[in-house]
Nanobody
C-alpha cells in the first residue's frame, strides 16, 4: 500500500503564487507517475499536471506557462509551483501516485484564490 499526503494549500490573492508538495510513502517502490488533479465545486476532476519517473511532464492547457511540476524520484515527492493564480484555479487539489497498474490518491488540499 502507498500513502499519499499533500501539503501547501491555502488562500492566496489573484496573481499570487503557491507551492504544493506531495509525498508518497509506504510501499512506494517502482512508482512510475505522480501528478496533480483538481476539482472545483460542481465540476469534474481534471488533470492539472503529471510527471513520469523518466522526466516527461504534461500540463492542462489552462495552466501552461503558469504552473510547473517537479519531482524528486529519490524521495517519491512531487511539487506543483503555481504562479499568476486566477480565481478559476480555486479547487481542491489531489495528488496521485501510480505504481504498475494501481493509482493511489491523497486526501486533497484546498487552494482558494480570492481577494
Amino acid at each position: 500500500q502507498v500513502q499519499v499526503v499533500e501539503s501547501g494549500g491555502g488562500l492566496v490573492q489573484p496573481g499570487g503564487s503557491l507551492r504544493l508538495s506531495c509525498a508518497a510513502s509506504g510501499s512506494a517502490f517502482s512508482i512510475y507517475a505522480m501528478g496533480w488533479y483538481r476539482q472545483a465545486p460542481g465540476k469534474q476532476r481534471e488533470l492539472v499536471a503529471a510527471s513520469t519517473s523518466g522526466g516527461t511532464t504534461n500540463y492542462a492547457d489552462s495552466v501552461k506557462g503558469r504552473f510547473t511540476i517537479s519531482r524528486d524520484n529519490a524521495k517519491n515527492t512531487v511539487y506543483l509551483q503555481m504562479s499568476s493564480l486566477k480565481a478559476e484555479d480555486t479547487a481542491v487539489y489531489f495528488c496521485y501516485a501510480t505504481r504498475t497498474i494501481t493509482t493511489f490518491w491523497g486526501q486533497g488540499t484546498q487552494v482558494t484564490v480570492s481577494s
